[in-house]
Structures are given as structure tokens and as C-alpha cells.
């Protein structure tokens, strides 16, 4: 049996036809072509397919898309801004090089957000807790915990 | 790894919830981070899955001078900003990673009883209970289950096909208790090697410790923590005695866990450990509870 | 020169795509194609006695199944055994589809195809397959008893076995330099398996249209993969495109190819006349990828009082799983690197390669180095504590003198050339990573200690790889060149020495990786060779592009070229900025015309007076356009080195072991773009952390693999991993003309030995054995001071 979902995502709604068994990190990337939101473990450790859920970071692998329906989502694709600037948090990331595959970063940077979002100033050991639960394989995270103090920056000084 | 297929259903309260689990042979979703992960991998495959996500009242944490009760559809980063509970608060920063927290719920832990999980060992060491619900028929029937008789084995709770857990509840600390929660994961934020959670009040102490049996190992030490003394401090004479009982209270923690050997750990580094940890925790909460009567 | 960027922390070109998800990873492609999935082997060793897929025939959205019987004769036959070598006398690969037995858990049996992947798994679920159990071989000491068979032909399950001895210099072999030496020592160690777990795991799309056939694969070598399935499939090279897209980390694992997904699902798209696309998720990863590292090394050496190596026996048996399919790089590499920055008096090396029911064993990043550097490092370490002496004075002792550049190490490498090292400095480097870390005023005490590991890596290695460079008419310069990228910010790196070779702004020019449709000859990325390589093969395109473009603008300007310069774009005649042409221009001029499509490209037609009426429009030796093509192929590898120090903290208490401070010293060469290098030396790092304190694979006595998933095979997140320090040295390759080494694997490779010696150092036990758990900690100081 399919069901008839509506996500609000990155502002817009979108409608979908899904099996309850789809799960929102599918939905997203093959019903709505949102591809931007990575699925690198599909049992919740990567944290490459976190999403935004009402404002609030959730992995997409672990939840069904139709127990969110009527949700407002945010996916990499809705960070910058409408008339496509780079948010603070992606322009951090790039200004520290905090990304070379690029796999796991839509996860990272949707973290970082909400993070960010909840506290503006945070310490060394608060975005390591904060990030704490996203793997990256390339960076080391080194030039990550670099971004997220450089975005909060960024943030403070476009306040 | 995509989950098997299954009839799914969003009952809409409490009555629906469980009259719909008197008639299927279903498993409940709510946060799903324990569950969803065993679908994907197919480890699992109910043919119902009853989401209660959309069910009204099964939300909301409610303390009150007895107690704080969380109910089945509270996430665990929203009981950990709520503060409601030190202890709670305190074992559910030990609790995966944030982002696991926004959704995973402080019921279905307890319901998943793992047996290395935090939050098992809190309602065990606290003396709560978990309320179950079940369709009798013609009405919604409720039971209290006590800690002691929830956890029944790795990985099973006392909670019975057809039934749902609504709400547990965490009785409240005295204001001169000291509590702690010493862990020791393999990373940040894992299920941990061994665990202790512990209360020391003015009659006693009890610590409860996760990852060394097959359900939370709770052990009254009684008196055996000297209390009036803090943080011992070995020029003391009285304080060499608190620290002869810490150790002895590890010791006997030590004897009441049955730990096994894993790929992370060896039984014999797990039963050190808990002891370690134990007598940390002991100390930790002793101080707390020195602290919170003047002492 | 304003454009010169070479060199530079220029910002990576690739990151505004990723940052907003417009990247296009393997699974992003192909949103109608058909899904693929695939029945797996349960069991580490089994006969099939039978396959039965009547099951699964009702599931909705089915379209196929497949097993090995249904593969035509091409595409049935068994892997290609991509690297051979003379000591390899038994080397086995695997079928596509399991051939009446299969050989490790996870080893791919039947093939579904379906609408998508849910229904494809269903389908995957309910196919019943009747296996005859066979008793497996599980581990290294089980397969070198030879009792238990991995494959039934070849006897003790001996693979391989290679000897190579480097003789002192009066002719005296190493057992023999041992037994005259006023000391030796004689060990055991053990290294664990570990894997490359890249976050995006393999993947292959394939798209047939009837006459040509369009591959997508997260690989690292799109070339050879083309090559190899149009072999499998019996293509005519040309009908075969093969496109590396964004690849999401490779590490080593997707260098291996044709995997049997590889030839499967383009099959499977011929076959149907669909699209068909398999995205490998994280369990089939674990147990059909490759995994790496695990080795056992029995060691004897010979010294003197100062510490100095008079000879070194060393003994390795390899695990190379239950199939060869790259060879015996990983052990040879082992072998070859293992005196890293020292001279042994004499050296000889043995290993025995043996199969064992277990996922393949190929290259991961550092490919038998850590290994190699485990080896060597601990070895200088014991000879230290034996002495009493400090243990970069025992390493200084051996180094080998910046004045003994080119050093012949006297064996031969994994490229199959003399191993020379062309440049170095290690005194240098040992005196910067010792005041980086501190290590003179270190302040040791029980639970805290310091380690350092030494190593030298082969890198760059041939045959060759090459560069096209086209300027347009619209002064876009478009590079390309034939391998691929995972990460590795080659679009940045590739750019900064086109824009500099050419003296254009980097804005102009765009680079392309591994799609055969824009450059067909090359190798890959593996070993630390895309930056030396393909970067030197750009160099030599772009040095070609210019001299074409200052002959053309010299006619133009009536000026001489040698008298010309390029900057920001514009051709100039030295010293007079006024007489100038803009390489748009003379990127027209180069292509004569008989049809314009723009007012620009007017100038180059035949009525606009622009060629001389003497000769040919295009002159004899010329070609139309202003592009080139060169190629640079290394007389050998060039040895970039590193130093790396490390202050651990143990718990006394509980055995957790903290890494509180971690430095880097390293020499690749010229840099391009420190920033790129040091994000690679930080991720390699954070690699080699996980490798010496988290990540194990571990198999059971069944051949199992039990810890398939990232719950319980532990890499470090951030909250395990230190702050690193880094510092620069640069000795300049002679042997290629941008002076550079390659940096990919740097990080990873002496990360196991220095926190050995560093918990060594804070424990006062030996340590003998990577990775090393809380657990395995508290074991050994029971065993050692109970």
C-alpha cells in the first residue's frame, strides 16, 4: 500500500507517493531528486544523510518518510540562501578546507547548523560534542572544528 | 540494506494504539533509532508496524515532588534540556551522539533494554517503573511494572506482545543524595564497555552497572560508603576508612556482575572495569551528596 | 608573473558543488534505472549444490535473476589477476557469479535486477540456496598448517612466496651479518586487518543504447575498467565510455577492478536494454569489498653498540584473503619499504602469501607500508631500550647521509625498477618533528609517553599518465587528463599549475578526471601518484600549449617568441605592454576556418587575411587548435619521507589511552597547495589513529565477519581524533620537472608504530602488536606486572 505525503522541504512543498517502508533519506534523494543528502550506512552511525526536522538535526536513514509527513525538512540543497549565496556555514567549510570527497559534508553541514543555531559561541569541546556523531574518512575533522568556529564568526559578524 | 515490507499503522491515541496491537502481531515505532537500523539490516521484519508518532498523549514529561514521569513519545534531547531529573539528565548526555538523541525516545530505550544502554541502569538504580498498556477488550488496561521485574534479559523487557509502554517513571532524589554516571565507551557516544550509575543517600548507597550481565546489575552496598566523608583523602585516618570501603564497594560490585568477553573487551578487563568505575562513581556521587547537605 | 598560483592555499574549485549538494556521486545518477542486488554467500567456504529462485519469481517489481550458469562464456570467466608477478605461482581470482563454490562470506552468488532496491532485496530474501558447508580456513596460523584448503589446487595455501637479500658490503648475507653481531634481538609482531571504508561505497551504472555502452563506477581508475569490460563483454574498445563521477573517498579499496559488479551490471544493461545501476550499501562493503593490513612479521637483527644495523632478517606471512586479484603488491610493498630512511647493513626479506576464507586483500591506503613502518620502528625502538640509549639517536645512527642522494636500497619495487631513493633530508627532518614535538624536554612519567616513527614512501610510481589542454576561442582552458579523483582536490591542484604553466587566471580553466570520453590512456590514482604524474604529464601539455600559442601570437605581432610572455590571459611582447593579443585571439588564429560562428571566430575564415597565402592554412607539423597533449612516464618512483611524534596518555585505572599531542614533519616535495596537503596528511592521521587504537576486522573461527557494521567496526569520529601539528620540509624530486613526490598516503603510514612506541614509552611493556584496545592494554599489564 502506498501513501500520499506531503514534506515541506527547503520551503516548498512537495507531495510524494510512497510505500510506508521508504525511508526519508530515499524519499528525498530518488522521490523528490533532493541527491544531496547521502546515505553512507543506512543504520544511523555516518550521520551523511542528516537532515533538518522541524529545525532539528535527525538521521534520514532511521526515520520512515511517512511518519513525518506534514514536516518541514531542510537538505543541503536549502542552506544558501535564496538567491544562492553560500551560507556562513558552507562558506566556512570551504575557506577551511573542511571537505575533500564532499561525501559526508551535506550531513556535517546541516549538523553544524542547527548547532550553530542553538549556540552561537560555542567551545572547542562543544562542536567536537556537537559534530561528535557525523564520520568523515578524509579530513581528520581537524579543518571541520576550524569551519564551525569559523562560521560562528561569520554569523556573529553578519549579525 | 531497505527494510522489509509491512502494514503500517498511525493510530491517532492511546486507545487505537493498543487496540490496534491486540490485533495484529506488530512492532511499535517511535523514535525508531534502535529499531529502523535492525529493518534496514532485515534482522527484523514484523508484519505491522504501529508508529505512534501521530498518537496524541503520549507525549510531554511531567515531574512532580515524587517523581519525574516521561511519556512514551518524549525524545531523549528534550528530557535532557528539560533538566527534570539530574540523573536523567546525566545519563542521557552519555547517550549516543546528539543528533541519535533528538529522535530516539527515553521509553523505547527502556523497552530495547540493552543490556550496555544508560538508561535501563538509571530506572534500575532509582527503583522506577515503566506503565504499560494493553486493550483488554473494551477499554485501555494499565500496569506499573517495577524496574526490578522490566528488564527481564539482553535485549527483552517485561513488556508482552499486544502491549505498549505509555510512560516510565523516575522517583525523585532526596535533597541530600549525591548521584553519578561513570562510563568507559570505545568512542564517544558507543554503547559502553562497563558502566556505573550510582546514588548515595544518607541511608545509603546503590549503584546500578550496565554492559557486565545480561540486564542492569543493581547492588545495594547499604552503608558500607562511609558517608560523612566526601571525597576521601588518604592523610585522613577517617578518610583511609572511606577509601577502604570504596574499595571494598568495588570489590563487591565486582562479585555481582557476570560480564562476558566481546570483540571490544574481555570479561576479565570488563570486571576490572566496573569496579574502577564503580568505586569513581561511588566517590563522585558521595561528594555530590556531601556537598548538597553542607558537609 | 601575476597568475603564478603554483604553490599557493588557492580555494578548492570542486567545494561550491559539494557544499549544496550538487555534487553527482555514483547513486545520484540514473534516477529511472533499474536496481541491483545481490545474494551473498553466508558461508566462508561451501560447495552450491543448488540455487533455487522460484521464490522470489512473485516478488513485485522483479525484472531478473541471474546466476553464474546464465552468464555467457566472456562474461562468466574468472576475474582478470590484474598484476602478475613470477613469485605469485598460484594465483586465483574469483568468478562474477560464485562458480559451484564460494570462498568467503559475502562472495556474490546470484543477481537480481528489479525496479528498485527495496524490491530487489525482497526478491534477494526469498531466492534459496543449498550449500554443502566446507570447513573453512579462518585465520593466518590455520592456513599456513595447510590442513584446510582455500582452493583445493594449491597445496599449504601458499599463494606467493618471495625471498630478496641485499648483501653487506663485503658480500655477507643478513643471517650471517647477524650471527657476527655484538647484539641481536629476535621478535614477533602482528598487525590486524583493517579496511580502506570509503563513507560512499562502490557503485556502477551502466546505460546501453544498442550500439554503445556508458559506464558510471565510484572507481579509481576509469581507463582500465573500461578496458576491461569491454574484454568481458567483447566490445570494440571505442563503444565502451567509462566516467569516474564524484567518488566519495577510495583509499585504496576502488582502485581494484573489474569488480564483479563491473562487468555484471553493464551485462545486465546490455542484456535487458535498460538502465541498471547497483549502489553497494555498507554491509556488502564490509564483506565483498577488500580489506587490508594483517600480517604476522618474525623478526632477528643484528647491531652494534651505537645502535647501527648490521643485518636484518625478516620473515612475513601475508594474508591475502581468499582471491589475488591485485597481485602481491601489499607484501612486496611491505618488503621493499620496510628499511625506510636506514641503511641495514644487509637486509633480507621472506614472505609467504596465503589464503585464508576471508574477504580479498588489496591495497589500503599506505599498502603495506604501515605494515613496513611497524616493522622497521619498532625495531629501532627495541634496540634502543636494549642499549639504554635514546631512541632518535638510534634512528640517527642509521639514517641514510642528505650527501648518499640517489640511494640504491638495492632490491627492486613494487613498479618493478631499481628501488632509488632520488632526494632527501632525514637528519633535518629529525631535528624539526623533535623540536615540534619537544622532544629533549619531553617530561615522562608513568601513564605518559612519547613515541616517533620514521618513514620513507615510493610514490608516484609509472607507467605514465598524461594531460590534453585546449585553450578556446572563448579563452577557457579546458585540462583533462585520465585519472580520477576522490577527494583529492586534483580540479584545484590540476589548475593552479595549468594557470601557472600558462599564465592565465585560474577562473579560465577547468579540469576533468577520469571520463574516458575526454582522455583514454592512463593508470589511476593510487600510491600517491596523481599530483607527480598527471600533474607533471599537465605541465609538459601546457609547456607544449604555449610555445604554440607565443609561435602563433609572434606571428601576429611580428615579434619574436622568445621575446613574448604570457600574463592574466594576454599574450605581450616583453617590455611593451601595448603590442599584446589576447589568447582567445590567437586560440582563433590557431584554428583556420571556413565557417565562423561568432564575431570572434570571424578573423580566423578564409577571406579575413589572416593566414599567409605562402603555405598550407595549417602549416606542415602543425594541428588545427590551440591545444596539446603530452605525457610524462617516470624513469622510477620518486621517495617522499615523513617523521611523526606522538604524546600518549594512559589511564592507570582503567587502560584507555589517550593521544594528547600528534606532529607531523614530512617531505613530498614541492608543494602545490599546502592547504590540499595538509588536509591530506590530517585525514591520513586520523586513518592511521583508527588503525592503532579503533579499527579491526575481526573474523571468527566460522570465517564470519562480526563486526559488519560501523556500530562495531570503529572508525574515529571527532571526538577521537587530536589536533595536529604539521610541518613543512621540501627537498625537490630531481627526477620530474615540478620537483614534487605525492602526499595521498603520508598521513596513515607511520601512525601504528609511533603510538607504539609512545604507549611503550608511558607503560614500560612492550608492544608488539597493532591495533591495541583499553581491553588488550589491561590484558598485557596483567600479563606483565600481575
Given amino acids: 500500500m502506498e501513501h500520499e505525503i506531503t514534506l515541506i522541504v527547503n520551503g516548498t512543498a512537495r507531495r510524494a507517493r510512497v510505500p510506508a517502508r521508504r525511508l526519508l533519506s530515499d524519499c528525498l534523494r530518488h522521490d523528490l531528486g533532493l541527491t544531496g543528502t547521502h546515505v553512507g550506512c543506512e543504520h544511523g552511525v555516518c550521520g551523511c544523510c542528516t537532515v533538518l526536522l522541524d529545525g532539528r538535526p535527525v538521521r534520514s536513514c532511521l526515520t520512515f518518510a511517512v511518519t513525518v509527513d506534514g514536516a518541514e525538512l531542510t537538505t543541503v540543497e536549502g542552506l544558501a540562501g535564496r538567491d544562492g549565496r553560500l551560507s556562513a556555514v558552507q562558506r566556512a567549510f570551504a575557506e577551511c578546507h573542511g571537505l575533500q570527497c564532499g561525501f559526508c559534508t551535506p550531513g556535517f553541514l546541516c549538523t553544524v547548523t542547527a548547532l550553530l543555531a542553538e549556540n552561537p559561541a560555542p567551545t572547542d569541546d562543544e562542536v567536537i560534542d556537537g559534530i561528535s556523531g557525523n564520520l568523515c574518512r578524509c579530513t581528520g575533522y581537524q579543518n571541520i572544528v576550524k569551519a564551525v568556529h569559523r562560521a560562528a564568526e561569520l554569523l556573529a559578524e553578519e549579525a | 540494506?531497505?527494510?522489509?515490507?509491512?502494514?503500517?499503522?498511525?493510530?491517532?491515541?492511546?486507545?487505537?494504539?493498543?487496540?490496534?496491537?491486540?490485533?495484529?502481531?506488530?512492532?511499535?515505532?517511535?523514535?525508531?533509532?534502535?529499531?529502523?537500523?535492525?529493518?534496514?539490516?532485515?534482522?527484523?521484519?514484523?508484519?505491522?508496524?504501529?508508529?505512534?508518532?501521530?498518537?496524541?498523549?503520549?507525549?510531554?514529561?511531567?515531574?512532580?515532588?515524587?517523581?519525574?514521569?516521561?511519556?512514551?513519545?518524549?525524545?531523549?534531547?528534550?528530557?535532557?534540556?528539560?533538566?527534570?531529573?539530574?540523573l536523567l539528565t546525566r545519563a542521557l548526555r552519555l547517550v549516543a551522539h546528539p543528533v541519535i538523541r533528538n529522535r530516539g525516545t527515553v521509553v523505547g530505550s527502556l523497552v530495547h533494554a540493552d543490556p550496555a544502554a544508560e538508561l535501563p541502569a538509571v530506572l534500575a538504580v532509582l527503583g522506577g517503573a515503566v506503565r504499560v498498556a494493553r486493550w483488554d477488550g473494551g477499554a485501555v488496561a494499565v500496569r506499573e511494572v517495577p524496574a526490578a521485574e522490566f528488564f527481564?534479559?539482553?535485549?527483552?523487557?517485561?513488556?508482552?506482545?499486544?502491549?505498549?509502554?505509555?510512560?516510565?517513571?523516575?522517583?525523585?532524589?532526596?535533597?541530600?543524595?549525591?548521584?553519578?554516571?561513570?562510563?568507559?565507551?570505545?568512542?564517544?557516544?558507543?554503547?559502553?564497555?562497563?558502566?556505573?550509575?550510582?546514588?548515595?543517600?544518607?541511608?545509603?548507597?546503590?549503584?546500578?552497572?550496565?554492559?557486565?550481565?545480561?540486564?542492569?546489575?543493581?547492588?545495594?552496598?547499604?552503608?558500607?560508603?562511609?558517608?560523612?566523608?566526601?571525597?576521601?583523602?588518604?592523610?585522613?585516618?577517617?578518610?583511609?576508612?572511606?577509601?577502604?570501603?570504596?574499595?571494598?564497594?568495588?570489590?563487591?560490585?565486582?562479585?555481582?556482575?557476570?560480564?562476558?568477553?566481546?570483540?571490544?573487551?574481555?570479561?576479565?578487563?570488563?570486571?576490572?572495569?566496573?569496579?574502577?568505575?564503580?568505586?569513581?562513581?561511588?566517590?563522585?556521587?558521595?561528594?555530590?551528596?556531601?556537598?548538597?547537605?553542607?558537609? | 608573473m601575476t597568475t603564478r598560483l603554483f604553490g599557493e592555499r588557492v580555494p578548492r574549485r570542486e567545494d561550491p558543488r559539494l557544499l549544496t549538494g550538487q555534487g553527482r556521486y555514483l547513486d545520484d545518477l540514473g534516477r529511472e534505472a533499474l536496481a541491483a542486488a545481490f545474494v551473498r554467500a553466508p558461508h566462508a567456504h561451501a560447495r552450491i549444490r543448488d540455487i533455487d529462485v522460484a521464490g522470489a519469481l512473485d516478488v513485485a517489481g522483479l525484472v531478473a535473476v541471474y546466476t553464474w550458469e546464465d552468464l555467457p562464456e566472456r562474461a562468466g570467466r574468472a576475474l582478470p589477476l590484474l598484476i602478475p608477478h613470477p613469485a605469485l605461482t598460484h594465483g586465483r581470482t574469483a568468478y562474477p557469479l560464485a562458480r559451484d563454490v564460494v570462498r568467503h562470506v559475502g562472495e556474490p552468488v546470484v543477481m537480481v535486477v528489479a525496479t528498485d532496491r527495496y524490491a530487489a532485496e525482497d526478491a534477494c530474501a526469498l531466492i534459496q540456496v543449498d550449500y554443502e558447508p566446507l570447513k573453512p580456513v579462518a585465520g593466518l596460523e590455520e592456513a599456513v598448517q595447510g590442513v584446510r584448503l582455500v582452493h583445493e589446487d594449491v597445496p599449504g595455501n601458499v599463494g606467493a612466496h618471495l625471498v630478496q637479500?641485499?648483501?653487506?658490503?663485503?658480500?655477507?648475507?643478513?643471517?650471517?651479518?647477524?650471527?657476527?653481531?655484538?647484539?641481536?634481538?629476535?621478535?614477533?609482531?602482528?598487525?590486524?586487518?583493517?579496511?580502506?571504508?570509503?563513507?560512499?561505497?562502490?557503485?556502477?551504472?551502466?546505460?546501453?543504447?544498442?550500439?554503445?555502452?556508458?559506464?558510471?563506477?565510484?572507481?579509481?581508475?576509469?581507463?582500465s575498467v573500461r578496458m576491461a569490460v569491454a574484454a568481458a563483454l567483447g566490445l570494440p574498445l571505442p563503444q565502451v565510455e567509462v566516467i569516474a563521477p564524484d567518488v566519495g573517498g577510495g583509499f585504496g579499496v576502488k582502485i581494484v577492478h573489474p569488480w564483479p559488479e563491473e562487468v555484471l551490471v553493464p551485462w545486465a544493461a546490455m542484456t535487458l536494454g535498460r538502465e541498471v545501476k547497483w549502489s553497494e550499501d555498507r554491509r556488502e562493503h564490509f564483506v565483498s569489498s577488500a580489506h587490508e593490513r594483517g600480517q604476522v612479521q618474525y623478526v632477528r637483527v643484528g647491531f652494534d653498540d651505537d645502535g647501527r644495523v648490521l643485518g636484518l632478517d625478516v620473515t612475513i606471512l601475508h594474508d591475502h584473503g581468499a582471491y589475488t586479484p591485485y597481485g602481491i603488491i601489499v607484501p612486496i610493498v611491505t618488503s621493499t619499504q620496510l628499511p625506510g630512511p636506514y641503511k641495514p647493513g644487509s637486509y633480507r626479506v621472506e614472505f609467504t602469501s596465503v589464503y585464508t576464507n576471508t574477504v580479498q586483500v588489496t591495497p589500503y591506503r599506505g599498502a603495506g607500508r604501515p605494515q613496513a613502518v611497524f616493522c622497521m620502528e619498532r625495531t629501532m625502538d627495541k634496540?634502543?631500550?636494549?642499549?639504554?640509549?635514546?631512541?632518535?639517536?638510534?634512528?640517527?645512527?642509521?639514517?641514510?647521509?642528505?650527501?648518499?642522494?640517489?640511494?640504491?636500497?638495492?632490491?627492486?619495487?613494487?613498479?618493478?625498477?631499481?628501488?632509488?631513493?632520488?632526494?632527501?633530508?632525514?637528519?633535518e627532518m629529525?631535528?624539526?618533528?623533535?623540536?615540534?614535538?619537544?622532544?629533549?624536554?619531553?617530561?615522562?612519567?608513568?601513564?605518559?609517553?612519547?613515541?616517533?616513527g620514521c618513514y620513507v614512501e615510493g610514490t608516484g610510481v609509472g607507467p605514465y599518465e598524461g594531460g590534453h589542454v585546449q585553450i578556446t576561442s572563448d579563452g577557457r582552458v579546458h585540462v583533462s587528463t585520465g585519472l580520477t579523483s576522490q577527494g583529492q582536490g586534483h580540479e584545484t591542484a590540476f589548475a593552479q599549475i595549468a594557470a601557472t604553466e600558462l599564465g592565465v587566471p585560474i577562473e579560465r580553466v577547468s579540469v576533468v578526471t577520469g571520463d574516458t570520453r575526454r582522455f583514454g590512456y592512463a593508470v589511476g590514482t593510487f600510491a600517491s601518484r596523481a599530483a607527480v604524474v598527471s600533474g607533471n604529464a599537465i605541465a609538459l601539455a601546457c609547456r607544449k600549449v604555449r610555445r604554440k600559442a607565443l609561435r602563433i601570437a609572434a606571428d601576429a605581432l611580428e615579434a619574436n617568441p622568445d621575446d613574448l610572455d604570457i600574463a592574466d590571459g594576454i599574450v605581450h611582447v616583453a617590455g611593451a605592454p601595448s603590442a599584446a593579443i589576447p589568447l582567445s585571439t590567437v586560440a582563433v588564429l590557431a584554428n583556420p576556418l571556413r565557417y565562423a560562428f561568432d564575431d570572434e571566430t570571424a578573423r580566423a575564415t578564409q577571406f579575413a587575411g589572416a593566414a599567409s597565402p605562402d603555405r598550407p592554412p595549417v602549416a606542415e607539423g602543425e594541428e588545427p587548435g590551440l591545444e596539446g597533449r603530452d605525457y610524462y612516464s617516470p624513469i622510477r618512483s620518486t621517495f617522499a619521507a615523513g617523521m611523526h611524534?606522538?604524546?600518549?596518555?594512559?589511564d592507570p585505572d582503567t587502560a584507555e589511552i589517550k593521544v594528547v599531542r600528534y606532529a607531523v614533519v614530512h617531505d613530498c616535495g614541492r608543494l602545490i597547495n599546502p592547504m590540499i596537503v595538509e588536509g591530506q596528511i590530517h585525514g591520513g592521521v586520523a586513518q592511521g589513529i583508527g588503525g592503532a587504537l579503533y579499527e579491526r576486522i575481526v573474523y571468527d573461527q566460522h570465517g564470519q565477519l562480526v563486526n559488519a557494521s560501523f556500530m562495531d567496526f570503529l572508525m574515529p569520529y571527532a571526538t577521537e581524533i587530536p589536533h595536529i601539528e604539521t610541518g613543512h620540509l621540501e627537498t625537490p624530486s630531481p627526477l620530474n620537472p615540478l620537483g614534487i613526490k605525492g602526499a595521498g598516503e603520508a598521513g596513515v603510514i607511520p601512525v601504528s608504530a609511533v603510538i607504539a612506541s609512545a604507549i611503550e614509552d608511558a607503560e614500560g611493556i612492550e608492544i608488539d602488536r597493532m591495533p591495541l584496545s583499553p581491553s588488550d592494554l589491561f590484558d598485557l599489564r596483567t600479563t606483565h606486572r600481575p
Fill in chain 3, 645 to 650: 611524534a606522538a604524546v600518549v596518555e594512559t
Fill in chain 3, 430 to 452: 629529525l631535528r624539526m618533528i623533535k623540536e615540534l614535538i619537544g622532544w629533549d624536554s619531553f617530561e615522562r612519567r608513568p601513564g605518559r609517553g612519547i613515541g616517533i
Fill in chain 2, 1 to 86: 540494506m531497505k527494510p522489509p515490507p509491512f502494514t503500517y499503522h498511525a493510530p491517532r491515541d492511546l486507545a487505537a494504539a493498543v487496540r490496534t496491537l491486540a490485533e495484529v502481531d506488530g512492532k511499535v515505532l517511535a523514535g525508531g533509532q534502535s529499531l529502523i537500523p535492525m529493518l534496514n539490516m532485515r534482522l527484523a521484519a514484523p508484519a505491522h508496524l504501529v508508529d505512534i508518532n501521530r498518537a496524541e498523549g503520549l507525549g510531554g514529561i511531567e515531574a512532580d515532588p515524587a517523581g519525574v514521569r516521561v511519556g512514551a513519545l518524549a525524545r531523549h534531547s528534550e528530557v535532557e534540556r528539560s533538566g527534570a531529573h539530574p
Fill in chain 3, 383 to 427: 634496540i634502543a631500550r636494549y642499549l639504554g640509549k635514546d631512541r632518535t639517536e638510534v634512528r640517527a645512527a642509521n639514517f641514510i647521509r642528505p650527501e648518499e642522494f640517489p640511494y640504491d636500497q638495492g632490491m627492486t619495487f613494487q613498479d618493478g625498477r631499481p628501488l632509488i631513493y632520488d632526494s632527501g633530508n632525514y637528519p
Fill in chain 2, 152 to 295: 527481564v534479559g539482553p535485549m527483552e523487557s517485561a513488556v508482552a506482545p499486544g502491549e505498549l509502554a505509555v510512560s516510565a517513571f523516575f522517583p525523585a532524589l532526596g535533597a541530600h543524595d549525591g548521584v553519578a554516571f561513570e562510563e568507559v565507551a570505545r568512542r564517544h557516544g558507543d554503547y559502553a564497555l562497563a558502566g556505573v550509575c550510582a546514588v548515595v543517600t544518607p541511608r545509603g548507597a546503590k549503584v546500578a552497572c550496565v554492559g557486565v550481565g545480561p540486564v542492569p546489575v543493581v547492588v545495594d552496598l547499604g552503608d558500607l560508603v562511609n558517608l560523612d566523608s566526601g571525597a576521601p583523602d588518604p592523610r585522613a585516618a577517617a578518610d583511609l576508612r572511606a577509601a577502604a570501603d570504596l574499595r571494598a564497594a568495588a570489590e563487591a560490585v565486582r562479585e555481582a556482575t557476570e560480564p562476558e568477553a566481546d570483540i571490544h573487551a574481555s570479561a576479565a578487563y570488563r570486571r576490572h572495569l566496573v569496579g574502577v568505575l564503580a568505586e569513581r562513581a561511588l566517590r563522585e556521587a558521595a561528594r555530590e551528596g556531601a556537598a548538597a547537605r553542607g558537609a
Fill in chain 3, 165 to 223: 637479500e641485499v648483501m653487506t658490503a663485503d658480500g655477507r648475507g643478513a643471517r650471517e651479518a647477524i650471527e657476527t653481531s655484538p647484539h641481536t634481538l629476535a621478535f614477533r609482531l602482528d598487525i590486524e586487518r583493517s579496511a580502506s571504508m570509503p563513507l560512499e561505497g562502490r557503485g556502477v551504472y551502466a546505460r546501453w543504447d544498442g550500439r554503445d555502452l556508458r559506464v558510471y563506477s565510484s572507481t579509481q581508475t576509469s581507463t
